[in-house]
């Protein structure tokens, strides 16, 4: 059954240094999103991608925030300068195509920034 | 703002029915959703719902909708030890919207 997959599964990185999530999508879908959950915290949507652009993002997802979908299969999330905060699971997940428009998970990657 | 309420802890024997519970408070959400996520796993989409049915059921899954009083439940039938994890409620206003999730219910089932 096709899935969601995520590099790395967990991110050990130092405050002001630039990290890049990936997230390879199931292949015919159409909408991309990244969540991230902070430990013991809901999980909040950061923002969603379709069409090669931004549809929608939160006020979490600033300026130190960035997607991409440099290629047909990967989806990126780029955090410019990590600051403490920002150390949660993060989340990406896709819809739409003939799956229809549930949303679809990763497992997941751990970013701790120290 | 848009705000998903769950109760944090359910404990159940083996065997019993599980009933988690959800509340929501926008009234425009036309999707629910139940994700279960295991220690250490992702979050699994167990089932879902539109705005416009008040009950759907999958095998040991009935989801329960009272639009009214913007409740949700999901009911998990012969409970198993399998099924620990926690079970996060989440709605979303359009078919592609972004997610709205609970904290999400630890359910804890004891043999």
């Known amino acids: 059954e096709p899935e969601v997959t995520q590099t790395p599964s967990h991110q050990v990185t130092q405050m002001g240094q630039e990290v890049i999530l990936r997230c390879v999508p199931i292949?015919?879908?159409?909408?991309f999103y990244w969540y991230r959950q902070i430990l013991g915290q809901k999980v909040e949507f950061l923002v969603s991608?379709?069409?090669?652009?931004?549809?929608?993002k939160s006020e979490i997802f600033d300026d130190q925030f960035s997607v991409e979908r440099p290629d047909g299969s990967n989806f990126t999330l780029k955090i410019r300068s990590t600051k403490l905060e920002d150390s949660a699971m993060y989340f990406c997940?896709?819809?739409?195509?003939?799956?229809?428009?549930?949303?679809?998970f990763g497992p997941g990657t751990r970013l701790t920034v120290t | 703002g848009e705000d998903v309420e769950q109760s944090l802890f359910l404990s159940v024997r083996e065997g019993d029915s599980s009933v988690i519970n959800c509340t929501y408070t926008?009234?425009?959400?036309?999707?629910l959703y139940w994700y279960k996520q295991e220690p250490g796993a992702g979050l699994q989409l167990l089932t879902y719902?539109?705005?416009?049915?008040d009950m759907k059921q999958d095998q040991r899954l009935t989801v329960l909708l009272n639009k009214k009083d913007k409740h949700l439940s999901l009911r998990i039938a012969d409970t198993q030890t399998g099924d620990s994890a926690i079970y996060f409620c989440?709605?979303?206003?359009?078919?592609?919207?972004?997610?709205?999730f609970g904290k999400g219910t630890k359910l804890s089932v004891k043999p």
């Open positions: 997940a896709s819809s739409g195509g003939t799956s229809g428009y549930e949303q679809y």
């Open positions: 719902i539109f705005s416009n049915m």
């Open positions: 926008d009234s425009s959400s036309t999707y």
């Open positions: 989440a709605e979303s206003e359009g078919s592609q919207g972004n997610l709205i």
């Open positions: 292949s015919n879908h159409l909408y």
């Open positions: 991608f379709y069409n090669n652009e931004i549809s929608e």
